[in-house]
């Protein structure tokens, strides 16, 4: 699995600049999981879903015999995100390394993507990754539409920040990827100009 060839973008985080604000992306930190000539597809990381694990658990019949209580602790707590516009009814799971199903495609060293349903129900049993979400849906781009919207100023990037990824405090998700880069949010402007 560690042959996969990364793109450029593989890994990073896009956060939206003012001028996306009033679309489907306004102030959004997206993790990109895959960029190529081909495109590029990632998740919405600080958006959430309006189903929780348990709802997402029966709606896909993964509760039952054998499956543990959906009233247990910590199933309740598993974070659901909005992970983008694409396939809303698709889910992925983010994780860390320490889980690593048939299905499971690394995108870096220390972060997998899964979309296979044995990821939720190892989740359910208790014997899931040590840090995951599940993205509900995606954002994609077409070849070379990703490379064009960062040149017009649509979205800064900077290298993903595990903790960010994972943290369960959706609100500053947004801030503090901006702070990590050094960068106040009073001071983004939605009028760009190039020189």
Known sequence: MT????????GQFLIAMPQLAESDFERSV????????????GFVINRAQSVTFPEVLE??????????DLSAPGI?????????PVEPGR???LHSDDYAGDGS???TDELFMTGTLD????????KGPDKAILVLGYAGWAPGQLEGEIANNDWLTCPAIEDLLFD?????????????????PSSLSSNVGHA
């Open 59 to 68: 709606q896909l019949k993964l509760v039952g015999e054998g499956m543990p």
């Open 30 to 41: 997206i993790y990109i999981c895959a960029h190529s000539e081909d495109g590029a597809m």
């Open 91 to 93: 889910g992925f799971v």
């Open 119 to 126: 990821v939720l129900r190892s989740v359910a049993a208790g």
């Open 168 to 184: 369960r405090d959706l609100d500053s998700k947004y801030e503090r990827a901006l702070f990590s880069m050094g960068v106040r």
């Open 76 to 84: 309740g707590d598993f974070p659901v995100l909005c992970g983008g």
């Open 3 to 10: 042959g996969r060839e990364r793109g450029p973008f593989d």
């Open 105 to 107: 495609i690394p995108i």
